[in-house]
């Protein structure tokens, strides 16, 4: 703790008296801090200075713990003993059922028969044993037809015909007029079991179901159960039921039931639009509560690739919910790692006992009837490592915010206006102090990226995937010994040499600031988020205040310090938590984030910033010590070892461990091209299997394995032809410009596409309007590409006006259930008024690509043999696929 033999006594800040003494060896003292009063008056008192162990073992200790507390919450996901309304048993089987069956894609047996039956069956079941009660149950199946566009993806435009869904209306037996709808869906993408999405939900939809029906209590409202059967489609059957069924007008408010992870505690993660009555029913009911403002704005942004049918009963139906998804590990979100067996039984007891006191709550509550009058504002939430979710109005928070503020910047002002800081002595010092912190951080992450790109240049990207950690090791000691050496060189160099209290003093000041100025502007943006700064800015403040007289005492005491960390140890678990969520979140998702985005740079950015806020308060232990040599060699001999193991590549970033697999994923389309003239004649064919990496690493890793895949078949763009002259599944070729093509043999399906153009004729108002017939697959995609001079005026999708222009394209994506008729649509052209000769021939080319996601066809020999040769740390997700370009 203390080890130095100088006293040292101020006179002023600018100027300094030293004055050797000898001393025992115990101890590091310094003289009085210079803003503590008139500096013509020196108290003769010592003051302690940290030693360079203890501080860093504080800080350490202190870390370690809190996030071994996020953990620990993490992990506990029941809090007491379950009720017994809620049976999590009943609810696994249901689960264990419906994935029993495999993948589940619109328009298959298994989604469209097996999975339907199963539902209807358990439904039945529920009906008859409550048939006696106070309560009834109808059921509708409804296979809707319909068209929207959506700015999901860049945008593009979705059409559905006979999708599946099944309603079912719980309600007392005379009836009810406000409904509350819960929602989940049972189909999957190719080739993933979908037992976390979205599984798990309807089984535990099916099992609250049984739970209210069987509840002696008559509901004062009625509740919807949809059980959806096309959301990975694009969330077309909730577009279906909130478009076109007649129950959807009498829906008032919604809970949507979502994943994008597999098993965890599952998080309200955006509620609304407004309506905060909904928050306060979620924290006065949930049992085990687990929600956060902060993910809300984070995910409405757009920063993260996904979208839920929240959004359509929204936008569509006008009605406000909430938003619960499973997060955790989605490494192996929509993978064939997504089993039943990875999700706990307490996984699916959390969720039940949190959507049955949910429901149980609204229906019971006269707000659902008549919530016009609760309907505007919105709520700050967050909840406390699960325990319990503080919630209040954001115009109350905005209050709280500036009063905050406004205490932090009197509290700055009193310092300011001592008589020992006479004409603008401590705002300068505090200016300049503030200078230091910031361009300490802006060197930090300029440094720590500079590392990013040498372990990228190296061919070591995602190292972390399978070795979350090693980012820490490498990004995060990387950019703390960046920070303490650019505040140990300004102690020992702009300051002279003084490792006095007063420094320490100065920068527990500048984070203030700094989080202050933060708190403000988010406030002033009308974020909820606001919260987060208030936090770090009302208990550092708090604590400094109640712990002024030790600090002016004795200085940084051990006794200071413990209470000092104490105090910071509500904001920082807190923070820490949304640490843990966004980490949680974003590694996983730069496995699926294409070719184009690099990771490092996002990771280490990520590391860093996180370095930088958690080091906020941190900054003024710098000065508080004697020394940070140690700490400096420390963290400067984990950042060479750890760079030395990623150099060497001993850091593989996959891993195709059962227990743990952390797999790259690859898409596979075994496909065959047609392209044809103006004249409707076949000007060239060929097929292949076309391969795409969805992250960063490319083919890198996969071609010492199977060597013929590499960067000589890489593919080009055309230019000339819609998306490429490739099929697309969706319009996701800007996240994905590196591709492959491996020549094979032809494709063909039992039932091929069949594409026709019925009539074209030319308007009074002087466009051409084409009308099309299709059949195919129950997945097709559409691309259309106006050439130089022609636009397109009207169609027959969605409102009939063309929208979501992608580089001069327009993508239609089309799914079908059982039994649909052919599809036929029409668009209206505006020819150019003169044609382009370095362009491609005619007005349009006009492409459709088949996808063939099940059965027989989703196979060839040709896609098996190379499918046996990826290694096991690789997910081929693989299908067969046509191409047919027309020119008109």
Known sequence: MESDTTIRRIKSFGTQNYVAQDNDGSRDLCGNNGYSGDPKKKPEVNLYLLREGLAASLVSVFILVLWGLVHLSLQQLVIGKPTGDFNAVRARRHLEQITSVGPRPVGSQENEVLTVGYLLEQIEKIRVETAAGPHQLTVDVQRPTGSFSIDFLGGFTSFYDHVTNIVVRLETKGGANHLMLANCHFDTVANSPGASDDAVSCAVMLEVLHSLANQSTPLHHGVIFLFNGAEENILQASHGFITQHPWAKQVRAFINLEAAGVGGKEVVFQTGPENPWLVQAYVHAAKHPFASVVGQEVFQSGIIPSDTDFRIYRDFGNIPGIDLAFIENGFIYHTKYDTADRILTDSIQRAGDNILAVLKYLVMSEKLADSSEYRHGNMVFFDLLGVVVVAYPARVGTILNYMVATATFLYLAKKASLPGNGGGRYIRDLACATGVAVLSWLITLLSVLIVALLVTLLGRSMFWYNHFYASICLYGAAATGKMILIHTLAKNLYYGGVRLVELGDLYFDVSLLLWCCSLVWLTQQGLCSAYVPMLMVAFPLATRLLLAKEFKHRGASVKYSVLYLLGLALPYVHFMFLIWVVFEIFTPIMGRSGTEIPPEVVLASLVTLTTIFLSSFFL?????????????????????????????????????????????????????????????????????????????????????????????????????????????????????????????????PSSPVEFSLLSKEETSWGTIKMTFSAKGPSHMSLYLMPHRGASLSTWSFGDGTPQFDLSGEYFVFYSHGLDAPTWTFWFEIQPPRDLDPSGPEGMISVAISSHYFFGEDQRTAQLEEILHRFPTWVFPSSWVSTYDMYRY
């Not at 984990?638 to 690859?666: A, E, H, N, Q, T």
């Not at 083919?699 to 000589?712: A, V």
């Not at 996701?732 to 491996?742: C, E, G, M, Q």
């Open 620 to 748: 003024h232990f710098i000065y508080l010590v004697r020394s940070t040599k140690w700490i400096l060699a420390g963290l400067g001999s984990v950042f060479i070892i750890m760079f030395l193991l990623v150099s060497c590549g001993f850091l593989f970033p996959y891993s195709g461990s059962p227990d743990s697999p952390r797999p790259k994923r690859v898409f596979l389309q075994h496909t065959t091209r047609t392209f044809h003239n103006l004249q409707g004649q076949v000007e060239s064919r060929d097929s292949g299997l076309w391969i795409n990496s969805f992250d960063f690493t490319a083919i890198q890793h996969i071609t010492p394995d199977i060597p013929e895949i590499n960067d000589s078949v890489r593919t080009h763009c055309r230019e000339d032809r819609p998306f490429c002259g490739y099929p697309w599944f969706l319009p996701v070729k800007f996240l994905s410009k590196k591709n492959w093509y491996l020549p094979a043999p032809e494709v063909s």
